[in-house]
């Protein structure tokens, strides 16, 4: 099993910064896959950003270049800087896992993401 932590969420004006944090713990194995997805009012949940173990990144089209997924394997934590935020970013923000060789998700309780002015 895995166990996730997260933080960093809130209220912020468009064009503004935040960093959510997450840290993971595991007697389990190695985490392969370390990702953020949203998921806004009506919505379904959607990947933000998802980074494996050996560096592979990827991202949702509509947050490129504004949103920075971070790794740390030898703390098993995983951070994502968002900049340049928008009214249509506001969601719930969910830390997401996966074991190496497992395709069970585990994740976090979620962190709220508020874009307003």
């Known amino acids: 099993q895995v166990q996730l932590v997260e933080s960093g969420g809130g209220l912020v004006q468009p064009g503004g910064s935040l960093r959510l944090s997450c840290a993971a713990s595991t007697t389990s194995g190695t985490i392969n896959l370390m990702a953020w997805y949203r998921q806004a009012p009506g919505k379904q949940r959607e990947l933000v950003a998802r980074v494996r173990y050996g560096g592979t990144l990827d991202y949702a089209d509509s947050v490129k270049g504004r949103f920075t997924i971070s790794r740390n394997n030898g703390k098993n934590t995983v951070d994502l800087q968002m900049d340049s935020l928008k009214p249509e970013d506001t969601a719930v923000y969910y830390c997401?896992?996966?074991?190496?060789?497992?395709?069970?998700?585990?994740w976090g309780q979620g962190t709220q993401v508020t874009v307003a002015s």
């Open positions: 997401n896992s996966r074991l190496m060789w497992s395709t069970l998700d585990y």
